[in-house]
């Protein structure tokens, strides 16, 4: 007759058992339920492109996301995903799992940031945004800027990117860096190129740079879409007619560090922006023009209009004789004052 073993032993094995099973069901658990030491909404991390598996979950453990790093690294093994990690910046929801971190890292689910660029910005103007964002250090972005062989590859026919960096709204990752984001802007701006347009170009005599040259004047003299073929017509008679474009926006560009007062001297110093004492358009762009300027740039409406000169709404006047534009300053710029006076005396008023 078989001697059954104590009762206790029995409950002994049994308790240890329970243990056994309740620690490696725990373990199991936290590979799909992980709880961090710090409780947070979310953290972001960026994991750097060429990071092993081991150094990955080292700084997911560091970040608190990862209650056991080896966790990670055992799941990513045995699924066998190590050269399916992608690098990049990513917002991570706490808590996380291990299973849910690496299901992440595998569809190279990161963070986008987003750029917009405004119509009539420099490069400089766009390069405070960029930078700002910090997906790119100031240095790069402008180290990128002065290649000329990336202006070549892009085929940018200037000696800088200003003027072809088009205005829009972009989403960048922070693996994309400089010259990504100058080639997707300078892409942008291939595609805004209407092929009708390019033909009125080649119509009037303008080449890429002279069009995107004027382009970006008219936008700056005017935010208002509606008044930029009418903006175009002015500078086209202009240059018709051998006249100088006096636009006060070249001889701005032209001023190192402006102040932002446009003085009389400013209007009279040499610079090869100053449109007051050269005549023809400048020898590039002055900022970064939108749809609607280079439209109007090659498209200008039909006037004789030689002038125009801001209201006191946002808009402009627009005149055929000096005389007419003379009125129009009076009566928007310099009412009541000594110039006035001046100008009303010149103008035979």
């Known amino acids: 007759m078989t001697k059954r073993p104590p009762i206790f032993v029995w409950i002994y094995w049994g308790i240890v058992s329970s243990i056994i099973f309740l620690f490696f069901g725990f373990e199991l658990l936290t590979f799909f339920r992980n709880i961090p030491y710090v409780p947070r909404d979310s953290v972001v991390v960026f994991v750097k492109p060429g990071s092993s598996v081991k150094e990955i979950s080292t700084q997911l453990s560091e970040s608190n996301i990862l209650l056991s790093p080896w966790k990670f690294r055992f799941l990513t093994r045995l699924r066998k995903k190590q050269a399916a990690l992608k690098p990049g910046e990513y917002r991570f929801d706490l808590p996380s799992t291990p299973w849910a971190v690496l299901e992440t890292l595998i569809g190279g689910k990161v963070l986008r940031h987003k750029i917009t660029v405004r119509e009539g910005l420099t490069v400089k103007d766009v390069t405070e945004i960029v930078t700002q964002t910090k997906l790119v250090n100031i240095n790069e972005f402008q180290n990128a800027l002065a290649r000329q062989d990336l202006l070549k590859s892009f085929e940018v026919p200037s000696e800088t990117f200003e003027g072809f960096l088009f205005p829009d709204t972009y989403y960048f990752t922070k693996t994309d860096g400089a010259i990504r984001i100058l080639e997707t802007m300078v892409a942008r701006f291939r595609q805004a190129i209407v092929p009708q347009d390019e033909h009125k170009a080649k119509e009037i005599g303008f080449n890429l740079l002279q069009w995107v040259t004027l382009a970006s004047i008219i936008e700056k003299e005017s935010n208002l879409s509606q008044e930029h073929r009418f903006i175009s017509s002015v500078f086209h008679n202009r240059l018709r007619k051998r006249m100088r474009l006096q636009s006060d926006p070249t001889v701005i560009y032209g001023i190192p560090n402006f102040n932002g007062n446009l003085t009389k001297k400013d209007l009279t110093t040499k610079t090869p922006?100053?449109?007051?004492?050269?005549?023809?358009?400048?020898?590039?762009?002055?900022?970064?023009?939108?749809?609607?300027?280079?439209?109007?740039?090659?498209?200008?409406?039909?006037?004789?209009?030689?002038?125009?000169?801001?209201?006191?709404?946002?808009?402009?006047?627009?005149?055929?004789?000096?005389?007419?534009?003379?009125?129009?300053v009076l009566l928007f710029q310099l009412p009541g004052s000594a110039n006035a006076r001046n100008l009303a005396k010149r103008a035979d008023l």
């Open 273 to 328: 922006y100053n449109t007051y004492t050269k005549y023809g358009l400048p020898p590039g762009p002055i900022g970064n023009p939108g749809a609607s300027a280079l439209h109007a740039a090659v498209n200008p409406e039909n006037t004789d209009y030689l002038y125009f000169v801001a209201d006191r709404k946002g808009r402009h006047v627009f005149s055929k004789t000096y005389k007419e534009h003379l009125k129009a």
